[in-house]
Nanobody, 124 residues
Framework: QEQLLESGGGSVQAGGSLRLSCAAS???????MGWIRQAPGVEREVVST????????????VKGRFTISKDNANKENGAYTLYLQMNSLAPEDTGVYFC??????????????WGQGTQVTVSS
């Protein structure tokens, strides 16, 4: 059973940085992982994904500012830590950031398990 727990959210001023972490367990080796955000009144948006083969993808809105990475130190047990380093944050980056896992991480409907989310607030 997959479990995901995000941390690292908070409030920062525009131009600042935050690093999100997602402690994941029970993740099958062929699953991808992703960060998805939901701003108030807006549909959830895939921000970045990390595929099982190490391929990373970013939404155009965050390219060059956000970096996704994954710690595989405990992969034999299906445990990983997924990170999202967010630099040059802007007010439009405000939202709840979710960590999730599934088989095709660029499509919201394909995610199998979600974390509870962590709030990121960027003030101007």
């Amino acid at each position: 059973q997959e479990q995901l727990l995000e941390s690292g959210g908070g409030s920062v001023q525009a131009g600042g940085s935050l690093r999100l972490s997602c402690a994941a367990s029970g993740i099958p080796s062929n699953y991808c992982m992703g960060w998805i955000r939901q701003a108030p009144g807006v549909e959830r948006e895939v921000v970045s994904t990390f595929d099982y083969d190490g391929t990373t993808v970013y939404a155009d809105s965050v390219k060059g500012r956000f970096t996704i990475s994954k710690d595989n130190a405990n992969k034999e047990n299906g445990a990983y830590t997924l990170y999202l380093q967010m630099n040059s944050l802007a007010p439009e980056d405000t939202g709840v950031y979710f960590c999730a896992t599934g088989l095709n991480c660029w499509y919201l409907a394909e995610y199998k398990k979600w974390g509870q989310g962590t709030q990121v607030t960027v003030s101007s």
